[in-house]
């Protein structure tokens, strides 16, 4: 039986994407290769991933290119968002499968199963962990822009925690081990509280 042509249209986008994925992995290592990111470098990202929308409107290239968006908004690179995009960019060359992945976030997590629909308007947000994304008031920025609302600790107006997709593998020890031991009381109350993955919620996003 042979496909049908949109069957045939759906796998070469596949690969498309796939192709895309790669060449933004070898792109990266080369950044990374002599552990200094130089503006030019960024910049060279930074047009690879308008060049490249439909691999980079995925995970985790989507990250990346908002985080660069955000970077050259004011046409510089500043010194911390030097150490923080080279802090994304060794993570996704050690990691082509994708940063998040490879810990236990699907397993020791209590992550929210089946994911859930993420709604921002009217909805209460808290992020926990180191985000991808950059840092937290970025994320919250963003959350607001969709008409939701943000709050640093856990409480019943919470609607969703947000696990940061570079948060360690031990993440019980880690800072937001709290957040999601606060989740799970109020759960036990009835408070029904999604814990999602940062890859989840980019997914999300307009």
């Known amino acids: 039986m042979k496909p049908t042509s949109s069957r045939v249209r759906a796998l070469q986008a596949q690969r498309r994407i796939e192709q895309g994925m790669a060449e933004m992995v070898g ?78 976030l699907a397993t020791d997590l209590p992550i929210t199963r089946p994911e859930p629909d993420i709604v921002f308007e009217g909805q209460t947000f808290v992020f926990a962990g180191e985000l991808a994304y950059g840092p937290t008031r970025a994320c919250e920025r963003e959350v607001l822009e969709l008409g939701g609302t943000c709050e640093r600790t856990v409480n019943r107006r919470t609607d969703y925690i947000v696990i940061g997709a570079l948060a360690a593998a031990d993440w019980s020890q880690a800072d937001f081990g709290a957040h999601v031991d606060e989740v799970a009381q109020y759960r036990s109350r009835g408070v029904p509280i999604a814990v999602i993955t940062e890859e989840r919620g980019a997914s999300a996003l307009p």
């Open 27 to 104: 792109l990266v290592r080369g950044v990374v290769a002599d552990g200094v990111v130089s503006s030019d470098e960024a910049t060279r990202l930074a047009e690879w991933t308008r060049a490249n929308p439909e691999p980079a409107s995925r995970w985790p290239a989507n990250i990346l290119a908002r985080r660069l968006g955000r970077i050259f908004a004011d046409g510089r690179l500043d010194g911390r968002e030097r150490d923080r995009l080279a802090t994304l960019l060794d993570h996704l060359a050690r990691n082509p499968e994708g940063i998040g992945r490879g810990f236990p």
